[in-house]
């Protein structure tokens, strides 16, 4: 009798108890367990018997069907524990996200990207000139983006003033070009151009009204990104070395820059002040590893250079590297309920060896320098509302912390709670608003940087009398992103800075402005 007139080939996904009711006809003088196995490493399982009665039969019959030519096929341990495991209806662990580990959500869902992400305004010639490029492994894409504030009241001065930025990113596929397997090179670079509000009417204030102007000033050519990517393990593990920035994956979000100001865009004004931290457009020599344990979580530790050059005006002064910044953060980013509600969540440390000078607000004798500067953050986002398919889609609340070592930075703490939602108007589906409040307390023994008028303030620069010192700043900003065509988004928003530059010397300011971005 042939093996297969005894034996019918079932599922692997069916569970040890039917498999063994179907069986009941064979008795077993050996331990079950071990006659399973056998069975199991030619991929049959016990289903239904024929006539068939005693050990020796059965042990008779698994053995022919262990060493036929014509039903057995070899297998690799993996193989066999793989197949033993998915009989029991056991799915691997790196396979289930932490959310569903602890029954908060059924499934995990990879959102479409948002619109931003994906949408570009020329089309025609152009983009399928691009199209072809990328078919080949070669991405480029531009982003024009400008801002305009004016300070209607307060400050120091009303003022108005405008900045722009173009940014170029492209991205070489050498699996595509060279057949060498997930591993990626990427090249950015910047145009930018302007003038900063807050140094000219706000008294050179922390918060500054329009993110675009800052590192790099006004400058033809700012060399951003230039770093090799490799991944592994369908992208569980992300390799980068090169010349990157601290800020692409410590202490940020996509929803930071959905504001104009310097307040949280694109990373929590406080950790700018730190020349370890180094953020578009500028970059430090370093390498990082991202590792998932699950789809929903992550820890990234990295190395890098910490240079308070930040990489110059061009973004090519990299020598003179002050000391080595070592930096971790570890990430959850679930989707809870039925209705897929996205958050992230996410705690970290940065530590850079750099020497500081303390902060010194007389300015009257040297008080030494520390070796070491601490940064410790906590952020989250979280959607409570989801009306739409993409990954920002719903109504989101955010906020974070960061704090730095308080004698040698300009903001030791800032802490900002806000609101975003996208989509809630369903023939806008694109458009979106947002509000956010940011406080930012300054280290000690730093000066405001507008003092009292020494004639109308006696004492003042005494002896016995110290400069005033920078407490505290707040802003509020309040904004609604119009989506005015594909890939064009237009942003009005209005801001309202207390105690601008943080020593009570300058007014509180109303500022309105808007901000426009291309993605071409």
Known sequence: MEPQAAFERISTSKSDDSTRRNCQSLSYSICPFVTETIMRSTGILWARCRNSSGASWSMLVALIVLFSPVTTRSQTVTTFRNNTLSSREIVPLENKTLAQMLGLSPTYVEHPLPPEETEHALGGAYRRASNYLTKKGISIDFVYWSQFAANITGGTAKHQDYAHQIGMNSTFDLEKIMDVKNTKIFFAGAERAGRNLGMDALGNNSFRPTQIYGGGGNVLFHLVYFYLQKTWAHEKIRW???RYAVGADYDSTMLHCTFEALAICSQPR???????YASWPSTAWGTNVKVRPTPDTYIVPGIFASNPKRGGTAGTAWENASGVTLVNELGWEPEFGEGRLSGHYKLGVLWDSSPYQY???ANTLHLGNRHGLMME???FDQMVWRHGSYQTAGLMLLGGYTHVTSAVTQLSDQVYVG???????RSRSYDGFGMEFSQG???????AEVQPDPEHNIGYRGLWQRPVLASKERIFELTYRIHAARGIYFSPEYQYIWRPGGGGYV???SVIGFDLRMFL
Do not use: H, L
Not at 441 to 447: D, S, T, V
């Open 359 to 361: 902060n010194n607000a």
């Open 441 to 447: 307390r300054y280290g000690k023994n730093f000066a």
């Open 419 to 425: 609101v975003v939602d996208f989509g809630i108007i």
């Open 270 to 276: 406080a950790t700018t002040f730190v020349p370890a």
């Open 377 to 379: 953050w906590a952020a």
């Open 507 to 509: 007014k509180n300011a």
């Open 240 to 242: 980068i070395i090169g």
